[in-house]
């Protein structure tokens, strides 16, 4: 808490001080074999800006020492939204340590020869379009803007219904493991580039793409457990006939 005259100088070490106790450690004890046992404590911090000022300098700071952010959105929460995580505000700067280990058991589709840092950029890139595109499109409407935007748009509300929302009381939905996800959004992703690739060749995604496979992708978060990532596989090649022109 503030004194009176404000936040006193030592903030930022006090606050570093507690979050670098995360980390790997050495767990008392051992194992019946004798063999060490570590494992890893994990810090979240909540902080609550006054006003939802995010400059203010506790949140401020904290954000400079943890380098990983979750910005809980009220409007999220009242849309029902779950996880109400904003994110365009939200961030890590910490992808390239374990970029590995996302690779090392990523699943290997042909049809779209990406990674999972790539997965995330594409991801970024297009909810990062359709929040440009916001204004523009209450001002012209979805219909008059170019058909490439309208793709994004359009691949931005599957991003945010069908791989962003999560419920934690849904017995499948509940928890998605890494083969799941990334079968999920690349998927989405494939539909992303599907529908560039028609548009370049003149049509209209309206006329290739029908409701069915769309509500199957938005569908596959509480339709289709961890261990049947092979109904994925088989919506993406029900995916890829549609698409053939």
């Not at 009381?169 to 529908?195: C, P, R, S, V």
């Amino acid at each position: 808490m503030p004194a009176e005259e404000g936040y006193p100088a030592y903030l930022p070490s006090k606050l570093s001080s507690f979050y670098e106790r995360a980390g790997v450690v050495k767990v008392l004890g051992k194992r019946y074999l004798g063999d060490e046992i570590t494992g890893s404590l994990t810090i979240i911090g909540t902080i609550s800006p006054p006003g939802g000022d995010f400059s203010e300098p506790v949140t401020a700071t904290t954000k400079r020492v943890v380098q990983t952010f979750w910005a809980l959105d009220a409007k999220l929460a009242y849309l029902k939204h779950y996880p109400a995580i904003n994110w365009l505000n939200s961030y890590s700067n910490y992808p390239e340590y374990i970029k590995n280990w996302w690779n090392q058991n990523d699943i290997n589709w042909s049809e779209i020869d990406i990674d999972w840092y790539e997965c995330r950029k594409q991801v970024n890139e297009i909810l990062s379009k359709e929040n440009d595109l916001k204004y523009i499109t209450q001002l012209l409407g979805v219909k008059n803007l170019p058909e490439d935007q309208r793709l994004d748009l359009f691949i931005a509300k599957i991003i945010k219904n069908g791989f962003l929302n999560q419920s934690a009381f849904d017995k499948i939905d509940n928890f998605t493991d890494f083969k799941k996800l990334m079968a999920h959004i690349k998927i989405i992703l494939l539909l992303y580039k599907e529908g560039k690739d028609l548009i370049e060749q003149g049509f209209i995604i309206e006329e290739k793409i029908d409701e069915e496979i769309v509500n199957d992708i938005l569908r596959i978060g509480h339709s289709i457990s961890n261990e049947d990532i092979y109904q994925i596989e088989k919506l993406k090649n029900k995916l890829l006939e549609i698409t053939k022109f």
